[in-house]
């Protein structure tokens, strides 16, 4: 199979929630953390993400995982701090091109993002089903997540009390929530939506391993502090 063959079928296998890259998340991630240890063992520093990028694109290019045109993933509906983000044709599917802003110095925190949203909120959980360039010519991750029919945006309290039942906690008043395993940045109301069937979705939140120094990273990255 050429590259042009397996760039048309990704967002079609992501669009009948249906793929033939069940391993892309764990080849990836694999992909990025021999680079982290290569520049460790080489360098003694975590500051490799630019090295981290450039051997993903390499690698998703060589192994048909490249999406050439974004065309072929619908049509363009927004432009967030970290997302850019399309409507599939059938309008089922939200496809983002996440450009690894809050990745912090290495792209640990991206794939440790993934695997902890969808543990949390599965019903709009994050399928990684490419890589592309966006607008900007970056290198990003297309990620493929279900389309939310929303009646509204959630409260702040609405989130708060959702948070609480899933056993996070409130931290210097809303800032960020809390379990002791990761910390929740980002959960605003335009990031999470009342669905039409009475239940809250999490679509767009900034998830961290929890570190003493996790809120300084998400300020020091985050568009809102700056």
Not at 88 to 95: E, L, P, V
Not at 107 to 116: G, T, V
Not at 151 to 164: C, G, M, S, V
Request: contains cysteine.
């Amino acid at each position: 199979m050429d590259d042009n063959e397996r760039t048309e079928r990704i967002p079609q296998a992501a669009d009948s929630q249906e793929t033939d890259l069940p391993d892309l998340y764990e080849a990836a991630s694999a992909v990025a953390r021999r680079v982290l240890e290569s520049s460790q063992e080489i360098a003694g520093t975590t500051y490799c993400k630019g090295v981290q990028i450039a051997e993903l694109t390499k690698w998703a290019k060589a192994n048909g995982f490249w999406i050439a045109s974004t065309d072929l993933l619908g049509e363009f509906s927004d432009r967030g701090s970290e997302n850019e983000v399309y409507v599939s044709s059938s309008g089922t599917i939200m496809f983002k091109l996440n450009d690894f802003r809050y990745s912090d110095d290495n792209l640990s925190a991206f794939f440790d993002r993934l695997e902890a949203h969808n543990h949390y909120f599965p019903d709009c959980g994050y399928q990684l089903i490419g890589f592309a360039e966006n607008h900007d010519g970056k290198t990003c991750a297309v990620l493929a997540q279900p389309f939310i029919v929303a009646e509204r945006e959630a409260t702040d309290e609405e989130i708060k009390e959702e948070l609480q039942l899933l056993g996070f906690t409130s931290e210097l008043n809303g800032e960020y929530f809390t379990n002791g395993v990761h910390d929740i940045f980002d959960a605003l109301p335009n990031n999470v939506l009342m669905g039409i069937d009475g239940r809250l979705y999490f679509i767009d939140t900034i998830i961290y391993k929890s570190a003493t120094d996790t809120l300084q990273t998400y300020k020091s990255l985050s568009p809102r502090y700056k």
